[in-house]
């Protein structure tokens, strides 16, 4: 076996260069050749599009109003059943023993968006931080309620005594495309 000591620097240069190509085509078949064949690719897409449609501005403008639209309707709601159902419903997602929950059935202005009309509601809830970061995550998954909109939380500083767990106030609001 020959040892690296016992070779001469023209040898070694030689077997430099072989290295540097090994290791030049080993970097081609690892990297270098997937990327150059998705440049290819994407060229050749690109000259395919051309001065199409679908690259216009007008386009991008409507396909992201047919998504808006599509996910307004998921929250879309007749007036009388979202408003019949909505303490129900509310009431079904907070389960735990450790919250209160109070509904605002103050009347909160509708807006009028697209000939459509927008409404609100919220609820109150009281206790710890975590039964209240629970019930709000649960809240959120029910589609009938409308949309989460606002949560507002608020600490209650008046306390018995000092071993009394904090009191934590949050208010939850939703909103609902009412249909016409």
């Known amino acids: 076996m020959i040892k690296w000591k016992e070779i001469d620097y023209k040898k070694r240069n030689k077997l430099l260069f072989v290295g540097a190509g090994i290791l030049l085509v080993l970097a081609w ?28 501005t007008q386009f991008d403008f409507t396909r992201k109003s047919k998504v808006l639209d599509s996910l307004s309707k998921v929250y879309q709601s007749d007036s009388a059943t979202w408003n019949d159902n909505f303490l129900s419903e509310a009431s079904r997602a907070i389960n735990s023993p ?8 103050l009347p909160k202005n509708a807006m009028q968006v697209d000939s459509a009309a927008v409404k609100s509601k919220s609820l109150t809830l009281k206790g710890d931080y975590r039964s209240i970061v629970a019930s709000v995550a649960e809240l959120e998954k029910i589609n009938t309620l409308g949309y989460l909109s606002t949560v507002t939380l608020k600490f209650d500083n008046r306390r018995v005594s000092a071993n009394e767990r904090k009191v934590i106030e949050g208010e939850v609001g939703f909103k609902v495309k009412l249909e016409r």
């Not at 990297?31 to 994407?42: I, P």
């Not at 450790?98 to 059935?105: C, G, S």
Request: aromatic share 16%; net charge positive.
């Open 98 to 105: 450790r919250i209160q929950v109070y509904f605002n059935n």
């Open 29 to 56: 078949f690892l990297a270098f050749q997937k990327t150059y064949l998705a440049y290819r690719e994407n060229t050749r897409l690109n000259s395919l599009i051309g001065n199409d449609i679908s690259n216009s």
